[in-house]
């Protein structure tokens, strides 16, 4: 079902880059693969994302945003706790869970200063603690659009794929062409990755990616960076 002309707006405007949550400064580890040399030009870049959008993406955050788009839809508070504590124990290095959780106060503090229109699922995202998890936060910006969860996941995941090609642009670097490319193969893959998702229940939904792990963790302590992850 396509979104009404409202909620398609309001998806846009999560998933684009102006949106002031900080997303461009991260690039998720891929710095530092291209410090490595494991990514060194377009084609390892855009293996690199693809796997992150088949083997992180689609099995933790896009099923988790489904479920947290539910709870919110609900009004059900004690849920989108419990998945929020999920996200954040899920974050495998400081600066990944740093990432998440920055993003998602940014995310609070953009919806507040929106106004709530005595919606009491805004606060209730700025309550929780330590911080509103990032996928968290954009499911409660993404149902209150009116947009069901397929259309809100396709935004979340679009809006990661074109931060992360901008991130691969400047580190390894990459020319313009190349970035459109890799992100025509990423957005090809998206649909699919989706609809798995929406049909990952809480004890299928994991988060293990070891390798991306090793590289954040590699990049927490790499000499000269251009991003923040």
């Known amino acids: 079902m396509n979104p009404a002309p409202d909620a398609l707006l309001g998806l846009m405007w999560l998933a684009s880059p102006a949106l002031p949550v900080g997303g461009f400064s991260y690039s998720e580890a891929l710095e530092a693969a291209v410090d490595d040399g494991s990514v060194h030009d377009a084609a390892s870049a855009g293996d690199w994302l693809a796997d992150q959008l088949h083997l992180g993406l689609g099995r933790s955050d896009l099923p988790l945003l489904a479920a947290a788009h539910a709870a919110w839809s609900a009004h059900d508070a004690p849920r989108v706790r419990v998945l929020n504590d999920w996200v954040l124990a899920t974050r495998e290095t400081a600066e990944?869970?740093?990432?998440?959780?920055?993003?998602?106060?940014?995310?609070?503090?953009?919806?507040?200063?929106?106004?709530?229109?005595?919606?009491?699922?805004?606060?209730?995202?700025?309550?929780?603690?330590?911080?509103?998890?990032?996928?968290?936060?954009?499911?409660?910006?993404?149902?209150?659009?009116?947009?069901?969860?397929?259309?809100?996941?396709?935004?979340?995941?679009?809006?990661?794929?074109?931060?992360?090609?901008?991130?691969?642009?400047?580190?390894?670097?990459?020319?313009?062409?190349?970035?459109?490319?890799?992100?025509?193969?990423?957005?090809?893959?998206?649909?699919?990755?989706?609809?798995?998702?929406?049909?990952?229940?809480?004890?299928?939904?994991?988060?293990?990616?070891?390798?991306?792990?090793?590289?954040?963790?590699?990049?927490?302590?790499?000499?000269?960076?251009?991003?923040?992850?």
């Open 96 to 229: 990944l869970r740093a990432q998440c959780e920055q993003m998602g106060r940014s995310m609070h503090e953009w919806l507040r200063q929106r106004g709530d229109d005595g919606d009491a699922r805004v606060p209730a995202l700025g309550a929780l603690a330590p911080a509103p998890a990032w996928p968290v936060a954009f499911a409660l910006a993404a149902a209150r659009t009116g947009a069901d969860a397929q259309a809100s996941l396709l935004a979340f995941g679009f809006s990661w794929a074109e931060n992360q090609v901008q991130a691969a642009l400047k580190a390894v670097p990459l020319g313009q062409s190349a970035g459109q490319r890799i992100l025509a193969r990423l957005a090809q893959d998206l649909p699919a990755v989706v609809r798995l998702a929406l049909d990952i229940d809480d004890d299928a939904r994991q988060a293990f990616t070891p390798l991306l792990a090793v590289r954040s963790a590699l990049h927490e302590t790499q000499y000269s960076r251009l991003f923040r992850s």
